[in-house]
């Protein structure tokens, strides 16, 4: 079974910046890809970042420029930096993990307030 935790959201003026991490139970390298979503109120859930296990990166034409992800082998963990943010940016960011084999993951969420 693969646990993923997230963490670093939090009440953030617009403009500010968080760094978001997701840490898997296990090794990330056995994932073929990891992804961070968003859901934010009323809406439904999308895509913001993913990595590929061969690093490949793809983002949400909304955060483009705005978002990185990255990821640490040695501790297994995903994160997501996110700059200049927005009150649109407001939501509960979810990582997610997908396996070789086609299974998804999902975290508990961590919530990102952004103020205006």
């Known amino acids: 079974q693969v646990q993923l935790v997230e963490s670093g959201g939090g009440l953030v003026q617009a403009g500010g910046s968080l760094r978001l991490s997701c840490a898997a139970s296990g090794s990330i390298s056995r994932f073929a890809a990891m992804t961070w979503y968003r859901q934010a109120p009323g809406k439904q859930r999308e895509l913001v970042a993913g990595i590929t296990n061969g690093g490949n990166t793809n983002y949400a034409d909304s955060v483009k420029g705005r978002c990185t992800i990255s990821r640490d082998f040695a501790t297994n963990t995903v994160y997501l930096q996110m700059n200049s943010l927005k009150p649109e940016d407001t939501a509960v960011y979810y990582c997610?993990?997908?396996?070789?084999?086609?299974?998804?993951?999902w975290g508990e969420g961590t919530l990102v307030t952004v103020s205006s």
């Open positions: 997610n993990c997908r396996t070789w084999g086609g299974v998804h993951y």
